[in-house]
């Protein structure tokens, strides 16, 4: 069983830059398909990115590419979510996920594992 702890979520201006972390303990981290979603107040929560283990296979919500960029580093048991040009728009709790069956999903029910959430705010 893995846990998740988000950070690096604050307020920012539009067009400003933010990168979140997402540090997983627990056994066989390298092995887990790791996700972000997002959810803005009374809205669905909703993907945002994924990569596979070995970081070879990402996928973005097709509105965000170009802008957001998911990453890991197995050493560190860590996944980043680099955001710039940051909107409005992209304001929320920021999510962290990770699934040890699955090479890919954009579904959030299809991840067993969730972080708390970090919050980030973008004011224009």
């Known amino acids: 069983q893995v846990q998740l702890v988000e950070s690096g979520g604050e307020s920012v201006q539009a067009g400003g830059s933010l990168r979140l972390a997402c540090e997983a303990s627990?056994?066989?981290?390298?092995?887990?398909?790791m996700a972000w979603f997002r959810q803005a107040p009374e809205k669905e929560r909703e993907f945002v990115a994924y990569i596979n283990w070995s970081g070879s296979g990402v996928s973005y919500a097709g509105s965000l590419q170009g802008r957001f960029t998911i990453s890991r580093d197995n050493a560190k048991n860590t996944v980043y979510l680099q955001m710039t040009d940051l909107k409005h728009a992209d304001t929320g709790v920021y999510y962290c996920?990770?699934?040890?069956?699955?090479?890919?999903?954009?579904?959030?029910?299809?991840?067993?594992?969730w972080g708390q959430g970090t919050q980030v705010t973008v004011s224009s």
């Open positions: 996920a990770a699934d040890e069956y699955r090479s890919y999903s954009t579904t959030p029910i299809d991840y067993n594992y």
């Open positions: 627990g056994p066989n981290f390298d092995m887990y398909l």
